[in-house]
């Protein structure tokens, strides 16, 4: 179990060394001799978990200190000491200073420890449901954009058709010009709704873990990307270096969504007019972790849209032909994975992405 980090404040020196010396085996215990050097322990140390304080000290009220530091550090858990009975700091103590528990001095050690052990209980759950709720709003953020732009998305290509058809019906346009058009709404139709299924899987399967083979994985990226995109990877100097001398295990779904999208935007945000087109694609696999490297010479991505390029649907270039969701996707697929990612982008000039993978081979 984790162990409870606390503070003690109390003017009086003797009592600050027998808290310490009865729980100092069961909690890390900070002590302190006034509010100021309380403050400084809070400012230095971003975990503690419950604060005990002494009511009467010379220069603030536990009350006043509680109530003092509610917005700064609103976490941890206060337990308020005194030494007299009196309703009214019991009263205060509440309203005021948020105390989550009142203990008369000399303290029982075993009504201690159960305080201090209940307080640690409520920090806990109040820390699990603060990241449920921030959790459900993300979710509520992203379902709303979700709506919004999946409404847009698969509308504009079925207006498109809709155009398509009635010129043909004038006899405005070729037969195979008809087709040509048709098959693009199509193909970014299907890759839309990929996309929505790979969002979905990602969120709602659980974890298969087998062995990777990354060789394996680019080339059916590769394959998958001409198939969805109708287009050619030949005028683009691909070099690939793989370096797998060990036994790597994750989700093999997951693993081929991050390399199918990376890959694909690597291709898709070329330079069109560019005859130098490049992608380098390196892959290192170690006991630990499986770190890839895709880089390209393409158009990049400006400092204004760099640090909003992992959020639901957005759109960071004006050659964009996809609905923004691709990048999301990545992030979200390697938080199941527990990976990281990093990007280096530069616009005109072309974009890095580092990713790490964790290996989950265990050998027997």
Same mark, same amino acid.
């Given at each position: 179990?984790?162990?409870?980090?606390?503070?003690?404040?109390?003017?009086?020196?003797?009592?600050?060394?027998?808290?310490?010396?009865?729980?100092?085996?069961?909690?890390?215990?900070?002590?302190?001799?006034?509010?100021?050097?309380?403050?400084?322990?809070?400012?230095?140390?971003?975990?503690?978990?419950?604060?005990?304080?002494?009511?009467?000290?010379?220069?603030?009220?536990?009350?006043?200190?509680?109530?003092?530091?509610?917005?700064?550090?609103?976490?941890?858990?206060?337990?308020?000491?005194?030494?007299?009975?009196?309703?009214?700091?019991?009263?205060?103590?509440?309203?005021?200073?948020?105390?989550?528990?009142?203990?008369?001095?000399?303290?029982?050690?075993?009504?201690?420890?159960?305080?201090?052990?209940?307080?640690?209980?409520?920090?806990?759950?109040?820390?699990?449901?603060?990241?449920?709720?921030?959790?459900?709003?993300?979710?509520?953020?992203?379902?709303?954009?979700?709506?919004?732009?999946?409404?847009?998305?698969?509308?504009?290509?079925?207006?498109?058709?809709?155009?398509?058809?009635?010129?043909?019906?004038?006899?405005?346009?070729?037969?195979?010009?008809?087709?040509?058009?048709?098959?693009?709404?199509?193909? $970014? *139709?299907?890759?839309? %709704?990929?996309? =929505?299924?790979?969002?979905?899987?990602? #969120?709602?399967? @659980?974890?298969?873990?087998?062995?990777?083979?990354?060789?394996?994985?680019?080339?059916?990226?590769?394959?998958?990307?001409?198939?969805?995109?109708?287009?050619?990877?030949?005028?683009?100097?691909?070099?690939?270096?793989?370096?797998?001398?060990?036994?790597?295990?994750?989700?093999?779904?997951?693993?081929?969504?991050?390399?199918?999208?990376?890959?694909?935007?690597?291709?898709?945000?070329?330079?069109?007019?560019?005859?130098?087109?490049?992608?380098?694609?390196?892959?290192?696999?170690?006991?630990?972790?499986?770190?890839?490297?895709?880089?390209?010479?393409?158009?990049?991505?400006?400092?204004?849209?760099?640090?909003?390029?992992?959020?639901?649907?957005?759109?960071?270039?004006?050659?964009?032909?996809?609905?923004?969701?691709?990048?999301?996707?990545?992030?979200?697929?390697?938080? $199941? *994975?527990?990976?990281? %990612?990093?990007? =280096?982008?530069?616009?005109?000039?072309? #974009?890095?992405? @580092?990713?790490?993978?964790?290996?989950?081979?265990?050998?027997?």
């Amino acid at each position: 179990m984790k162990k409870i980090n606390l503070i003690y404040i109390d003017d009086e020196i003797n009592n600050l060394h027998s808290f310490k010396a009865k729980f100092r085996n069961d909690y890390n215990i900070f002590l302190a001799n006034n509010s100021t050097e309380a403050f400084q322990i809070l400012t230095e140390n971003s975990d503690i978990h419950v604060i005990l304080s002494d009511q009467r000290m010379p220069d603030i009220t536990g009350v006043v200190f509680f109530e003092s530091i509610l917005h700064t550090f609103p976490d941890p858990i206060r337990i308020l000491l005194t030494g007299y009975s009196d309703i009214s700091v019991v009263i205060d103590a509440i309203n005021k200073g948020n105390v989550f528990r009142y203990l008369e001095k000399p303290w029982n050690d075993h009504e201690m420890k159960i305080a201090i052990e209940n307080a640690f209980q409520f920090y806990f759950l109040n820390t699990q449901l603060k990241s449920k709720n921030e959790e459900l709003k993300k979710k509520n953020e992203e379902l709303n954009r979700f709506v919004y732009s999946a409404y847009h998305d698969l509308k504009a290509p079925l207006k498109s058709m809709e155009g398509i058809l009635n010129l043909a019906k004038l006899d405005a346009i070729k037969e195979d010009n008809v087709l040509q058009l048709f098959d693009k709404c199509v193909r $970014k *139709l299907d890759y839309f %709704i990929c996309s =929505i299924t790979d969002y979905y899987k990602n #969120t709602s399967v @659980e974890k298969i873990v087998t062995e990777i083979h990354f060789e394996q994985i680019i080339k059916d990226s590769f394959e998958l990307i001409q198939q969805t995109h109708n287009c050619s990877i030949k005028d683009i100097n691909i070099s690939t270096s793989i370096i797998q001398n060990t036994t790597f295990v994750s989700d093999e779904f997951r693993v081929h969504v991050i390399i199918s999208y990376l890959l694909s935007n690597a291709v898709k945000y070329q330079k069109n007019e560019s005859s130098n087109k490049e992608l380098i694609i390196n892959v290192v696999v170690t006991d630990q972790i499986a770190k890839l490297t895709i880089k390209d010479n393409g158009i990049g991505i400006s400092t204004a849209h760099i640090n909003h390029i992992f959020n639901m649907f957005y759109r960071g270039t004006s050659q964009s032909t996809g609905s923004g969701i691709g990048l999301y996707i990545v992030k979200e697929t390697l938080d $199941k *994975l527990s990976g990281k %990612i990093e990007v =280096i982008s530069e616009e005109n000039e072309g #974009t890095c992405f @580092e990713i790490q993978i964790p290996n989950e081979y265990k050998p027997t």
